[in-house]
């Protein structure tokens, strides 16, 4: 893949970018720039594109429509002058150190991450943070102001950004506002807590589409707005008035659930060195019966430690046996700083601890426990390698590795034990389903897949791939821009 020159670097300040004026037709902005810094080992050597279907599914987009990206590029405290990279304007944003504690890892990930994941963990409120998420997203949105073109289309990604619509109808009224929320959105009972619900709604207003993940997301957010904002909201539709309390632009929610790069898995799953990787992994794992594979962030709203719990009381109970079922969970590094991410890592890594010192032999291991990232290839050679797949998050707005487990099934084996607490169960309706709360219930289901008929389990999965291969990460992007841009023919007419 062609690496990007280094761009310049200005100053360690956290003075605003000078951004590129109006060059873009269409930009996206989100938190993270979509590409990592690659270094050869002694300097930093250029960029990459990360991994990830949103920029798969954008990038078509971007090169037919002069686009632009605005976001961090992740270092704190480097302020960096945009640079073009694989048919893209890249504008990155600054962000001192003070503002990745305040904002990102306070705000965004310990008062909104936990508030909008059903308050798994307590969110915690702090003004210094709330005032540090404001500044952020109005800097976001001034860089964004300077790079769009006339009448562009701007497209606002996450919880991380959602003053950005408003601040940006602000500064540019002529461009058309798209906002994709990739997390849930709380009921307005639990949203209620936030002391600052009103202005969030208020920002989330500024756009002319905003799209949810799955219908309750949309209805719990158009809940909110009539209760906290005393909006008015027709279907799924908000008249947003201005000050003089004439309706200044009607605001439209929709769902969109998310989906994977679908060509690319299937792509990597019919790869003769991916498929013999597959098969030395099965082989190093002691070649039991049955892998089990979980893969997740290290992230408290995945439910590793109730999939543990169930696995280690299978052991237990004599119902599994070490040399037949074997658990590999991937958990990749993630906000390694705030708190509550620290403390389930120690709770994860003391329960694979106190499991593998009971039940594994010299032989085969009960969980192979890799905190690490990996390529996408290895991915897929995992999901080749798996026969059931366990996702058991308490709450998440889509879970996309559900969904590439699917997509890279391409002989309609193997079986998805699934959260009915995703996003993804909306749409993958023949997994086998469970409330991971009910640990009883988890034990049975992980039974009932390894145990499942090749009938049934094939029948399962022909009917997801069907799903899957039909919705695929390009589709959904298609789908929010053309609703984006016809509503702004329906609106000038
Ligand atoms: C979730 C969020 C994304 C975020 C990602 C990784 O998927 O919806 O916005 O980028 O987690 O988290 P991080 O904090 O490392 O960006």
Redesign the pocket.
Known sequence: MPESKQPKKTSASTSQSEPVHGASDFLVV???LPVDRVSNGTDDAGWRRAPGGLVTALAPVMAARDGGWVGWHGAPDETLEPFHHENMDLIPVPLSSDEVELY?EGF??STL?PLYHDVIAPPEFHRTWWDSYRLVNRRFAEAAAGAAAKNATVWV????LQLVPSYLRQLRPDLRIGFFN??PFPPPEIFAQLPWRQPIIDGLLGADLIGFQRPNDTANFLRSARRFLGASVKAQQVHVRADDGRTSHISRAEPFPISIDVGQIQELAARPDIIARSRQIREDMGNPKTILLGVD?L?YTKGITHRLKAYGELLHDGIVKVEDASLIQVASP??ERVESYRHLREEVEGTVGRINGQFDTIENTAVRYLHHSYPVEEMVALYLAADVMLVTALRD?MNLVAKEYVAARGDNTGALVLSEFTGAADQLKQALLVNPHDIDGLKATIVRAINLPKTESSRRMRAMRKQILSHDVQRWSEDFLATLQIDAVRDDS
């Open positions: 989100s938190n993270r990102y965004s990930n991450w990604q996450d919880y991380q990739h997390i962030r992230d993630s906000r707005g």
